[in-house]
């Protein structure tokens, strides 16, 4: 009796059709180099996108980058990505990458079942457009595959993506391994001119090296040299007029009375007079000397750090070894 009541429940559980699991698909957040702000609107059309024809479809709290450094593999690697959907108990995930084009917004989407099975397209959005204007991506969502996806070949999705408006534009799938990535052809790279080749020798290997100028004096430290030896020339000129003052006074002198009171008290006064004339015109030719020399020395500093404004640095190889040469100011 036991048996048969065994029998009985095998047989119905044979008859009753198994119920189709729900396919969970996650859409994980999008990488590249877009900001923040347009990724997450992207994201959340995708999301809205792929809720049409997958109904368990949720929004993933990380990327495919971060996903993979949690499990402990490379996002590159082939099995990568199977670890990924073993992590987050799902069937299928959303690859995204947004990258700012000239015109527009780039975005690639990837979907990866479980298998390493893919398919992914490529759209441009305008720049300006909104983003949920996802017309060049929306064929892989358009409804589930009609049979499981080969990596072998392209599968056509089963029956029309929207009768309701106007057609998509149309787009062309590939499937591939997961270990593939969509080829994008690099950046034209710009390629400077190779730098000049310094003239060599049969004995000597020369390269010159051009220090930077040495700054030239200002136009206002040059007025004051000028000025300085200018006034100093003066002020000297100006003591020889006083020294010659003071030797016609000592003439006046040496030809005064000195009989009476009156001729000493004019004696005296020219002597004092002669004095001042000798004093200063000792000072002015000893300021003259010194401020003339001091804005003629500068003068000249200033005259040889100009010409000599640029220095080179020269390899040379020998007979009896190597060594290196500075000039300044001039060729060796």
Not at 195 to 214: I, S
Request: glycine share 12%.
């Amino acid at each position: 009796m036991r048996s048969r009541q065994l029998a009985a429940l095998l047989a119905l559980a044979v008859a009753r059709p198994a119920a189709a699991e729900p396919h969970k698909l996650l859409v994980l957040q999008s990488e590249g180099r877009a900001d923040a702000a347009t990724r997450a609107k992207i994201d959340a059309a995708i999301v809205k996108l792929a809720l049409g024809a997958e109904p368990q479809t949720s929004a993933g709290e990380l990327n495919y980058s971060d996903a993979a450094t949690a499990v402990g593999c490379k996002p590159e690697a082939a099995a990568c990505k199977d670890e990924v959907l073993a992590m987050l108990a799902v069937d299928e995930i959303v690859i995204t990458t947004v990258t700012p084009k000239p015109g527009g917004t780039e975005i690639a989407v990837r979907r990866v079942q479980k298998g390493g099975a893919t398919r992914d397209a490529t759209m441009l959005l305008p720049a300006g457009a909104r983003p949920d204007k996802l017309d060049g991506i929306a064929p892989l969502f358009g409804g589930k595959p009609a049979g499981p996806i080969s990596p072998a070949g392209p599968i056509s999705p089963a029956g029309p993506i929207s009768p309701a408006g106007p057609a998509a534009p149309a787009l062309t799938t590939t499937d591939r391994p997961t270990g593939e990535r969509p080829v994008i052809p690099p950046p034209t790279a710009i390629k400077t001119p190779p730098p000049p080749v310094a003239t060599t020798t049969t004995t000597t290997t020369t390269a010159q090296w051009n220090a930077r100028p040495l700054d030239p004096p200002s136009t206002q430290r040059h007025r004051l040299e000028i000025a300085g030896m200018a006034g100093g020339g003066g002020l000297v000129v100006l003591g020889l007029l006083l020294w010659g003052a003071a030797s016609n006074v000592q003439g006046e002198i040496d030809k005064a009375p000195t009989t009476t009171k009156q001729d000493l008290l004019a004696l005296e006064d020219l002597e004092s007079r002669g004095d001042g004339y000798a004093g200063l015109g000792n000072l002015f030719v000893i300021g003259g000397l010194v401020a003339g020399g001091i804005g003629t020395y500068f003068y000249l500093k200033d005259r040889r750090a100009a010409s000599t404004s640029s220095a080179r640095l020269m390899p040379t190889v020998l007979d009896h070894g190597a060594g290196v040469v500075l000039t300044i100011g001039g060729m060796p």
